[in-house]
């Protein structure tokens, strides 16, 4: 099964590992995003948001996930 990596930020699949891998974070090429959250699809699953043009709402619903700040806890 192929998986593909998609950037958060800019939607690019131009992706590669930070530091040879070292720090466990991801770079895009297009945008110049490093972080550790990257949004990782199945082939089929990349496939069908694009056909159903799904995948630029699936990515910005993605991005929110980074801006939230996580709630304190009791």
Same mark, same amino acid.
């Given at each position: 099964?192929? +998986?593909?990596? *998609?950037?958060? *930020?800019? #939607?690019?699949?131009? /992706?590669?590992?930070?530091? #040879?891998?070292?720090?466990?974070?991801?770079?895009?090429?297009?945008?110049?995003?490093?972080?550790?959250? *990257? /949004?990782?699809?199945?082939?089929?699953?990349?496939?069908?948001?694009?056909?159903? #043009?799904?995948?630029? +709402?699936? *990515?910005?619903?993605?991005? +929110?996930?980074i801006d939230k700040k996580p709630e304190k806890y009791p």
């Amino acid at each position: 099964m192929t +998986r593909v990596l *998609i950037c958060p *930020i800019c #939607g690019s699949t131009e /992706i590669e590992l930070d530091s #040879g891998g070292y720090t466990g974070k991801y770079m895009c090429k297009n945008c110049g995003y490093v972080g550790s959250f *990257i /949004i990782e699809l199945t082939e089929s699953e990349y496939k069908k948001l694009k056909e159903a #043009g799904e995948l630029e +709402r699936f *990515i910005e619903e993605k991005r +929110r996930e980074i801006d939230k700040k996580p709630e304190k806890y009791p």
